[in-house]
């Protein structure tokens, strides 16, 4: 079955750009749609992105001037990049996959990568 | 900018009873609503989308409801993995955007 990672730094210093990746593994990350949540300790997860197989992408409106996803459909894998981070980035940053079933794509996710602390600080 | 409230925020039970969570749009959202379960220290898990699908592998016993602007997630007979976290989540086309509610805890009693 599908699985995700998310791989990269940990530590991040302020104002620098936090780059993720996600590796989809037992199948392929073609004609699926593919996304970036975040969850802060002890709060709600926080949609940031996705992007479909195509390469076309939907940003949340609060963090669209400094989120870029892309994808690297030769090493099966897709990418998060957030620039000028601050503190208040410093969360839990999980790869998702949209949902798909025999009636077209919906609006969740159903896998998720084990996700990937990431701390902002000096 | 259309807000969820999930109500209650925590929720004590005893494993065998039924859980009642509800989930509040501040427009209407039709029925693009999820429902997620997280454990400690696990990503969230995908229970229902689109108000009341089941998503694979799912339990019978996890059902969702409602349409417009409030919408219920119900869990028959709590088995002890069921005292978690629950989020609900939606998608708006205007601006075109996901987000998720505060959650609700559920509790052994």
Not at chain 1, 25 to 47: D, F, H, L
Not at chain 2, 35 to 59: F, S, V
Request: a neutral charge; hydrophobic letters at 30%.
């Amino acid at each position: 079955q599908v699985q995700l990672q998310e791989s990269g730094p940990g530590l991040v210093r302020p104002s620098e750009t936090l780059s993720l990746t996600c590796t989809v593994s037992g199948g392929s990350i073609n004609n699926e749609y593919w996304g970036w949540i975040r969850q802060p300790p002890g709060k709600a997860p926080e949609y940031l992105g996705f992007l479909s197989y195509t390469g076309s992408t939907n940003y949340s409106p609060s963090l669209q001037s400094r989120v870029t996803i892309s994808l690297d459909t030769s090493k099966n894998q897709f990418s998060l990049r957030l620039s000028s981070v601050t503190t208040a980035d410093t969360a839990v940053y999980y790869c998702a996959r949209r949902v798909r079933d025999s009636t077209g794509y919906h609006d969740a996710f159903d896998i998720w990568g084990q996700g990937t602390m990431v701390t902002v600080s000096s | 900018e259309i807000v969820l409230t999930q109500s209650p925020a925590t929720l004590s039970l005893s494993p065998g009873e039924r859980a009642t969570l509800s989930c509040r749009a501040s427009q209407s959202i039709e029925n693009y609503l999820a429902w997620y379960q997280q454990r400690p220290g696990q990503a969230p898990r995908l229970l229902i989308y689109d108000a009341y699908t089941r998503a694979t592998g799912i339990p019978a016993r996890f059902s969702g409801s409602g349409s417009g602007t409030d919408f219920t997630l119900t869990i028959d007979s709590l088995e002890p993995e069921d005292f978690a976290v629950y989020y609900c989540q939606k998608r708006s086309d205007w601006p075109p955007d996901i987000t998720f509610g505060q959650g609700t805890r559920l509790q052994i009693k």
